[in-house]
């Protein structure tokens, strides 16, 4: 095996271990060129990317393009195809109860980071733990306090500049997770979205991040440095347990 990917499948199971995520994290590879497709993908049919996500995470390797993905806003930000006039003008969101002022929606829109129409060929997505190739993009959805330290740690990659969120509250997988991500070489988190929490198993206490592979290394390097002290300590809850303790006296 080579050994970047044994790398890759050392790295998932790191995070899993170490933050006791609950599922997989998932690499994301954004093909642009002609390549065959992985004879283990599964090619998703009507589905949404996050549903593609939710399917890496739980341990399936599948594929998704321009034909098969079922989300209108997620297809128009891979640039499959073109944004609805009805999701284009903030009429949608209103219908759907997201907003009241179809302005409001319009604008969520207009500023929605997207890539270039038509460049984008499939998207390629696989549990980290179980990689067979080295991807653009790492998605980990999970309880919030368990993405905390990977934000952490990311911010000690980075030198310690504070960490951007960037979110409409809309497309949390594709395009707060994946596409700013894939854009700006950066990591970016958001609170989830109407879409994703509808469309799929995630949780009411869970949300989603990604980052860049090149930022991978430094990331494990310091959760790990996490788990020894910072991370055990904080869940042990020993000041909270004082303070009741005080109270109780």
């Known amino acids: 095996m080579d050994a970047q990917i044994e790398t890759l499948r050392a790295a998932g199971k790191k995070l899993k271990d170490i933050l006791g995520l609950s599922t997989s994290p998932v690499g994301v590879r954004l093909v642009f060129n002609p390549e065959p497709v992985s004879e283990q993908a599964v090619p998703l049919h009507q589905h949404r990317y996050c549903q593609a996500l939710m399917k890496a995470r739980h341990g399936q390797e599948v594929t998704l393009d321009g034909e098969g993905i079922a989300c209108p806003a997620a297809a128009a930000a891979f640039g499959f195809r073109e944004l609805p006039a009805g999701l284009k003008s903030g009429q949608g969101l209103v219908g759907f109860g997201i907003v009241s002022d179809p302005l409001v929606g319009k604008t969520m829109f207009s500023n929605m980071p997207t890539l270039e129409q038509g460049a984008l060929i499939r998207l390629s997505l696989f549990p980290l733990d179980h990689a067979k ?83 991978l290394e430094k990331i494990i390097e310091h959760v790990e440095f996490l788990g020894q002290k910072a991370i055990p300590n904080s869940r042990a809850k020993k000041v909270f347990s004082s303070l009741e303790n005080r109270e109780m006296e």
Request: hydrophobic share 40%; aromatic share 8%.
């Open 133 to 215: 190739e080295i991807p653009d993009i790492i998605v980990i959805e999970d309880e919030v306090e368990k993405l905390m330290w990977i934000n952490l740690a990311y911010l000690h990659a980075s030198g310690g500049d504070r960490v951007q969120g960037s979110t409409a509250i809309l497309q949390a997988t594709c395009v707060d997770s994946t596409i700013i991500p894939f854009l700006e070489n950066r990591l970016n988190f958001g609170m989830g979205c109407y879409g994703c929490r509808e469309a799929t198993d995630l949780g009411p206490n869970e949300t989603v991040v990604g980052f860049p592979t090149v930022f």
